[in-house]
């Protein structure tokens, strides 16, 4: 199985600031011959399903704020909230599903400072 | 609307069977991948396994292979996630999500289905 490994495991972030986290994969999630990351970021509530946000690595999926970002490439991969707001208090998992096993990272804690 | 309904929230005793189910509505439930994820108590997400209504092709994480049985009904758009033998480690919250092929992004979420495995 390609293991999924998120930094940090919490973290936070004052206000209006600006929250990364990053998404480290054991083996590329590139497939190249269509140059497309099979990465996507999820955000989890307490008490809901994860929420998708990104998918394709830097798609962002109808709906979701454009303060929400994803970047990187085969195996390095970061979630950008440029503006930390209240309601993005949550927990966020990054998943790849180039495989049959769709893995997930272990989650990062989001919090307001 | 792709809509995924998960059946409702269980009590069961160890050694106990149980099957649990995902109804899928509008889209076509035999051309969508369907997959299963647990959740245990203030824990992450993990991959069980994922079938193809259209023709029960079935894979599994090796994590969950032989412990779990993934089925589907296309005659009611119904996936089901089934035990023979519940174990007080089986408690968990287990949502079954949707895609249109094997390796392509996530559509939908079910609601969850919380399972309770306690003598």
């Known amino acids: 199985d390609i293991v999924m490994t998120q930094s940090p495991d919490s973290l936070a972030v004052s206000l209006g600031e600006r929250a990364t986290i990053n998404c480290k994969s054991s083996?590329?999630?590139?497939?190249?011959?269509?140059?497309?990351?099979?990465l996507a970021w999820y955000q989890q509530k307490p008490g809901q399903p994860p929420k998708l946000l990104i998918y394709?690595?830097?798609t962002r999926e109808s709906g979701v704020p454009d303060r929400f970002s994803g970047s990187g490439s085969g195996t390095d991969f970061t979630l950008t909230i440029s503006s930390l707001q209240a309601e993005d208090v949550a927990v966020y998992y990054c998943?790849?599903?180039?495989?049959?096993?769709?893995?997930f990272g272990q989650g990062t804690k989001v919090e307001i400072k | 609307e792709v809509q995924l309904v998960q059946s409702g929230a269980e009590v069961k005793k160890p050694g106990e069977s149980l099957k649990i189910s995902c109804k899928g509505s509008?889209?076509?439930?035999?051309?969508?991948?369907i997959g299963w994820v647990r959740q245990m108590p203030g824990k992450g997400l993990e991959w069980m396994g994922i079938?193809?209504?259209?023709?029960?092709?079935?894979r599994y994480s090796p994590s969950f292979q032989g412990q779990v049985t993934i089925s589907a009904d296309k005659s009611i758009s119904t996936a089901n996630l089934q035990w023979s033998s519940l174990k007080a480690s089986d408690t968990a919250t287990y949502y079954c999500?949707?895609?249109?092929?094997?390796?392509?992004?996530?559509?939908?979420w079910g609601q969850g289905t919380l399972v309770t495995v306690s003598s």
């Open positions: 999500v949707t895609s249109q092929g094997v390796t392509t992004p996530t559509l939908k």
């Open positions: 509008g889209y076509s439930f035999t051309s969508y991948w």
């Open positions: 079938i193809y209504p259209g023709d029960s092709d079935t």
């Open positions: 083996q590329s999630v590139l497939f190249n011959s269509k140059n497309q990351n099979y």
């Open positions: 394709w690595a830097s």
């Open positions: 998943q790849q599903y180039y495989t049959t096993v769709r893995t």
